[in-house]
């Protein structure tokens, strides 16, 4: 079951489209500092590293399927939110020109809740009638990871599409009744943990685990205005794709709110205070600690983990897909 992949990055939807039976032939990312860590986590897999816009369809193999997750930072509720008429936006519509060129049986992408906003509304609307004016017959969800079993509160939106002609009218898996929280996915690394070198280089082999270090440095007054702590019996803050923004770790109590917009550490525990490891946000994540992530700056690591599908959440829906092409 021969599948393509768009905007690729450290690979969240193919490997658990991959858990799920399905292979991955050709991928293409452009972000250089992803390159290493998609080449050694899928060796089977031809990377295309130029920008999909300079990629002519004919360069593409034919395909059952198509996933990806056009990049998102355009519409997110963190950016500057100029949604479709960023150029980053406009990506989708090479998404959509790929399905339309190869015309595989069915399609998944994936993008941020911010794309929801009222003020995006005309955008959102018009992708979705290019989806269907492109043959496909199309479902469309905001789903919370935390919902199907990843340990994080996670809000993404997900297309998927089958092929008109095959008469497929998809819905979306029901949700888990079993919950995961942070203890269930991070508790045994609490000890091992390392600091991030000067500049936040990688301590590398020295990690015990691979890429099980934090990223070291000060709080902005942004990140200081919220408590940014959950317990060991509570689901993780969505990981983001930048370090500085990454939750902190349980073991730590929370914020104290000191004033509107104003939070501080508990006074006399603050060496319990720190960021959460790439490791630890890959597992979050829910990544396989085989999946290792390669990058010189700790800066690049937290954004190939929190810019990633949850390949559990992929597997639950790459399952799905497979049930109704059945």
Known sequence: MNIISLFSGAGGL??????AGFKTIWANEYDKEIWETFEKNFK???????SIVKIPSSD???????IGGPPCQSW???????????????????????????????????????????????ALENIKNHFIDS??????KLMNAHNYGIPQDRKRIFFIGFRNDLNIDFKFPAESKEKKF?????????????AGKEKNYTNGDNCKLDNHEYMIGGYSS?????????????PSFTIQAGGRHAPLHPQAPKMLLVEQNKRIFVPSKENLYRRLTIRECARVQTFPDTH???????????????????????????????????
């Open 182 to 194: 942070l203890q269930d996915a991070i508790f045994d690394l609490k000890e091992s943990a390392l």
């Open 60 to 66: 593409i193999p034919e395909t059952l399927g198509l």
């Open 44 to 50: 089977d897999t031809i990377l295309d590293k130029r």
């Open 135 to 140: 043959g496909y017959n199309l479902s469309f």
């Open 222 to 234: 942004m990140f200081m205005s919220r408590n940014r702590v959950r317990s060991w019996d509570e």
């Open 76 to 122: 997110s509720e963190a950016g500057k939110s100029r949604g479709i008429n960023d150029d980053r936006g406009q990506l989708f519509f090479e998404f959509i020109r790929v399905l339309r060129d190869k015309k595989p049986l069915f399609f998944l992408a994936e993008n941020v809740s911010g794309m929801l906003a009222p003020k995006h509304s005309e």
């Open 14 to 19: 193919d490997l658990g489209f991959e858990q």
């Open 292 to 326: 290792k992530f390669y990058y010189k700056n700790l800066t690049a690591g937290y954004k190939m983990v929190g810019n990633a599908v949850p390949p559990n959440l992929a597997y639950i829906l790459a399952k799905s897909i497979i049930q109704y092409l059945k």
